[in-house]
């Protein structure tokens, strides 16, 4: 997962998926289920929100989307209790998450693609661009957990636009949060790299 600080980027995650996600993975960590087909399952259950919401069945797509959410954290914490991290469950993790973005920006402006398309795009830019900052940092050798558009509040804003039927208001919102934390994170990177001579 990519962050703003923890403490305000992943409010949701920390409160309301971690007391859940810890004691299913304990109980999927005496069970032959790996950390990867979990993460499959976590992508699946997204990619079916993002369907419904392509269908304008956007309550259905919430709730989809609030499984997906969840089920992303059970596959790290799976990872970490069962002693099975690795380079490449990172790897196929962060690529679906970016796999699933796309997936929930695209199925809310396909409910009105006429309307919606500029800010559908919009708002598919600005989160890739969010994303693309802090893994650039990080190739980089730093980190930049700064800005107020972690994914988790992405998620929660596609999340409540879904259940009050307003694709609109959650992309608006999310394209201008992804937009002002990229540049947060390119601005905090750029002086940090400079700082390191």
Same mark, same amino acid.
């Given at each position: 997962?990519?962050?703003?600080?923890?403490?305000?980027?992943?409010?949701?995650?920390?409160?309301?998926?971690?007391?859940?996600?810890?004691?299913?993975?304990?109980?999927?960590?005496?069970?032959?289920?790996?950390?990867?087909?979990?993460?499959?399952?976590?992508?699946?259950?997204?990619?079916?929100?993002?369907?419904?919401?392509?269908?304008?069945?956007?309550?259905?797509?919430?709730?989809?989307?609030?499984?997906?959410?969840?089920?992303?954290?059970?596959?790290?914490?799976?990872?970490?209790?069962?002693?099975?991290?690795?380079?490449?469950?990172?790897?196929?993790?962060?690529?679906?998450?970016?796999?699933?973005?796309? &997936?929930?920006? +695209? !199925?809310?402006?396909?409910?009105? @693609?006429?309307?919606? %398309?500029?800010? $559908?795009?919009?708002?598919? =830019?600005?989160?890739?661009?969010?994303?693309?900052?802090?893994?650039?940092?990080?190739?980089?050798?730093?980190?930049?957990?700064?800005?107020?558009?972690?994914?988790?509040?992405?998620?929660?804003?596609?999340?409540? &636009?879904?259940? +009050? !039927?307003?694709?609109?208001?959650? @992309?608006?919102?999310? %394209?201008?949060? $992804?937009?002002?934390?990229? =540049?947060?994170?390119?601005?905090?990177?750029?002086?940090?790299?400079?700082?390191?001579?």
């Amino acid at each position: 997962m990519e962050g703003g600080t923890l403490e305000v980027g992943y409010l949701l995650t920390r409160y309301a998926y971690r007391p859940i996600s810890v004691p299913v993975a304990s109980g999927l960590a005496r069970t032959r289920v790996t950390p990867n087909q979990v993460t499959y399952a976590s992508a699946a259950l997204s990619f079916g929100g993002g369907i419904a919401f392509g269908v304008r069945w956007f309550v259905l797509g919430a709730a989809l989307t609030l499984l997906g959410s969840l089920t992303d954290c059970v596959d790290g914490d799976l990872a970490r209790i069962s002693g099975r991290t690795s380079r490449a469950g990172s790897y196929l993790d962060h690529v679906f998450d970016r796999w699933t973005d796309a &997936a929930l920006i +695209i !199925g809310l402006t396909f409910s009105d @693609l006429d309307e919606l %398309a500029p800010v $559908g795009f919009a708002a598919l =830019v600005a989160s890739f661009m969010t994303s693309y900052t802090r893994t650039k940092a990080q190739a980089l050798g730093t980190d930049c957990q700064v800005g107020i558009g972690s994914r988790d509040t992405r998620m929660l804003i596609l999340v409540v &636009a879904g259940l +009050i !039927g307003r694709p609109v208001v959650g @992309l608006v919102v999310v %394209a201008v949060l $992804g937009l002002i934390t990229a =540049v947060q994170r390119m601005v905090w990177t750029i002086r940090h790299l400079h700082a390191e001579g």
